[in-house]
């Protein structure tokens, strides 16, 4: 597994059952746009939102945004269904929720694999990310950040999770033990780290608090319920012009030092090695996709 | 396949459209009612169509009631109807 590149500084929830939404979330620019066919459909709309969700991604109108779909846990009577339609229909990345252990990820591969061979699918094509809502999950995050190739990333959730710890969303110390050790884990894979979702959309200052905390933590982005929320944490995520000028100055000895053959470059008598030329040019990237922040 | 039960799909929301289908005897009755009937009426009556004949529904009463939506709703409003209707247990996703 290699560190991933692509940016996935905001994953926005959309309800699978709502039509309105489905057709316009694209505008709203989100790196990744995930369909909910689990906890924000009622149970008697799985049927018609898995086939809404279905024929939205096959659409295909969402651009370079990625796609995800949260299926329902495989455990359920929807869970396969849900699969079918989202790796028939093409979609980018399966969000498996309430993931426990490896062998739950080791479970929706198999299915995975057994539906892109029935549809005609690259197998392998199919990305996955699993979600980690309990404190079984928190305990074999690496495991878990490990157990397929498929996987892009990991993430918290924090409902059930703090439910499962038996306490309440609060000032994030709840979430600080979780937090620390899915991070862990997904560095140790080489994979991406996503924060819970921040609920309380009218709150821009405690939103921008905990992006800031998440951000530090190293985090690569948030999952997000509200559109509004996007700009706000895309600035957050922006380098500012200081640190875009340094980066653009390491990345260019770096490509000097390679012309000349060197094997280790410095910049102002300080040596440059890869994960400074690989952070640098993470900074550009975020910089080409919104700007510096304001 | 056949629709043996009465069934509904969507919601009047706007982009949205709300699907009724019901058994019949014999013949195929789709009524098309739309906002944007002017300019997208042949539009959703073909989708509409072509979406049954994929299903193999040849007799039935559709009404189809659109309140703006996209080909891509209208497609999984009918097939949930008629999949609702015909009282389905297996998918084939190739007629989807």
């Not at chain 1, 979600?131 to 959730?157: D, F, K, Q």
């Not at chain 1, 200081?242 to 280790?264: K, M, N, P, T």
């Not at chain 2, 042949?42 to 080909?71: F, H, W, Y």
Request: charge should be negative.
């Amino acid at each position: 597994m290699t560190t991933s590149t692509k940016l996935r500084r905001s994953m926005l929830f959309l309800p699978g059952s709502n039509a309105a939404m489905l057709s316009t979330a694209f505008v709203f620019k989100p790196d990744s746009i995930m369909f909910d066919l689990e906890d924000a459909v009622s149970l008697r709309e799985k049927d018609s939102a898995r086939l809404l969700v279905f024929h939205a991604l096959k659409l295909r109108n969402y651009r370079d945004m990625e796609t995800v779909v949260r299926i329902n846990p495989l455990s359920t009577p929807f869970g396969l269904l849900d699969l079918e339609a989202a790796v028939r229909a093409g979609v980018d990345v399966v969000r498996l929720p309430k993931t426990d252990t490896a062998e739950d990820v080791h479970a929706l591969e198999r299915e995975v694999e057994r539906i892109e061979r029935e549809c005609g699918r690259d197998v392998g094509s199919t990305k996955l990310m699993a979600a980690i809502e309990s404190a079984s999950g928190v305990i074999n995050a690496v495991a878990i950040a490990t157990a397929s190739p498929r996987l892009i990333g990991i993430a918290l959730a924090g409902f059930d999770y703090v439910m499962d710890m038996q306490t309440e969303r609060g000032d994030g110390t709840e979430l600080f033990y979780a937090r620390c050790a899915v991070l862990h884990a997904a560095r140790y894979a080489k994979i991406d780290a996503f924060d819970v979702v921040f609920s309380d959309v009218n709150d821009d200052e405690g939103f921008l608090k905990e992006v800031e905390l998440i951000k530090r933590l190293g985090f690569n982005g948030k999952s997000l319920i509200n559109p509004r929320q996007i700009e706000q944490l895309h600035n957050a995520f922006a380098p500012t012009q200081e640190e875009v000028d340094y980066s653009r100055r390491v990345v260019a000895a770096a490509e000097l030092g390679e012309r000349q053959g060197l094997g280790v470059v410095s910049l102002n008598g300080k040596m440059i090695d890869a994960p400074v030329i690989q952070h640098a040019r993470v900074v550009l990237q975020r910089a080409q996709a919104s700007g510096v922040r304001r | 396949m056949k629709i043996v039960k009465e069934a509904i799909a969507g919601t009047l929301e706007s982009s949205d459209v709300l699907v009724k289908v019901a058994p019949s005897d014999g013949t195929l009755e789709v009524v098309v009612t739309s906002e944007v009937e002017h300019q997208f009426g042949a539009q959703i009556r073909a989708v509409v169509d072509e979406t049954l004949i994929r299903l193999g529904i040849s007799e039935g009463i559709v009404l189809v009631e659109d309140k703006g939506a996209l080909d891509c709703t209208l497609r999984a409003r009918v097939q949930t109807a008629v999949l609702r209707g015909g009282a389905v247990k297996t998918l084939d996703w190739s007629a989807l």
